[in-house]
Nanobody
Framework: VQLQAFGGGLVQAGGFLRLSCAAS????????MGWYRQAPGKQRELVAV???????NYADSVRGRFTVSRDNAKNTVYLQMNRLKPEDTGDYYC?????????WGQGTLVIVFS
């Protein structure tokens, strides 16, 4: 399976973006899917995850502002990002826990300016 993330862009602080992560195959059996981000000069960090049973978890820095969701029919996971802050800037990656191991998609760049 391959993952493709898109939806990044340039947005003013306080604005919003919705990222999408589309899988080339069914995500129904995936253990979970997650969004990570990597800011310039920093390590990649977990942003949000959603399990196959739709349980979710968020980094403290985004809880209450970001919402992760999944649409199994469209084989897509979303990350709705509201009230964006400059510190949300980075490359956002999605991944999936599959029977064959963890699969990563390419990043989509989010830049938040004040």
């Amino acid at each position: 399976v391959q993952l493709q993330a898109f939806g990044g862009g340039l947005v003013q602080a306080g604005g919003f973006l919705r990222l999408s992560c589309a899988a080339s195959g069914s995500i129904f059996s995936f253990n979970g899917m997650g969004w990570y981000r990597q800011a310039p000069g920093k390590q990649r960090e977990l942003v949000a995850v959603i399990t196959s049973s739709y349980s979710t978890n968020y980094a403290d820095s985004v809880r209450g502002r970001f919402t992760v969701s999944r649409d199994n029919a469209k084989n897509t996971v979303y990350l709705q990002m509201n009230r964006l802050k400059p510190e949300d800037t980075g490359d956002y990656y999605c991944n999936a826990g599959t029977r064959g191991g963890v699969v990563w998609g390419q990043g989509t760049l989010v830049i938040v300016f004040s």
